[in-house]
């Protein structure tokens, strides 16, 4: 049973920064793609950020040049770097895993989300 456990979320203001965790129990050995995706109160869930087993990374236009995804393969630990927050970037922010479909990191595991909230 893979788990995605989500951390980090919290109500800052505009201009400050967070770092979201994710934790997870991903076999290591296998190979899958990870991602960020934020679903705001009046938007659909939208993909912000995705890494894959090579280290290629994927950033959405909308924070592209604020946000950055990395992770700790050693201790299965996904971030999300998210610096001069707007408000616009309220949302809900959720991990999730899987594996690459036509270019694109499609999910089949997810977290339970941490909120952001920016003012």
């Known amino acids: 049973q893979v788990q995605l456990v989500e951390s980090g979320g919290g109500s800052v203001q505009a201009g400050r920064s967070l770092r979201l965790s994710c934790t997870n129990t991903m076999d290591p050995y296998s190979t899958y793609c990870m991602a960020w995706f934020r679903q705001g109160p009046t938007s659909g869930r939208q993909l912000i950020a995705s890494i894959e087993e090579s280290g290629t990374t994927f950033i959405a236009d909308s924070v592209k040049g604020r946000f950055t995804i990395s992770k700790d393969g050693g201790k299965n630990i996904l971030y999300l770097q998210m610096d001069n927050l707007k408000p616009e970037d309220t949302a809900m922010y959720t991990c999730?895993?899987?594996?690459?479909?036509?270019?694109?990191?499609?999910?089949?595991?997810w977290g339970q989300g941490t909120q952001v909230t920016v003012s």
């Open positions: 999730a895993a899987g594996w690459k479909v036509d270019g694109t990191c499609s999910p089949s595991f």
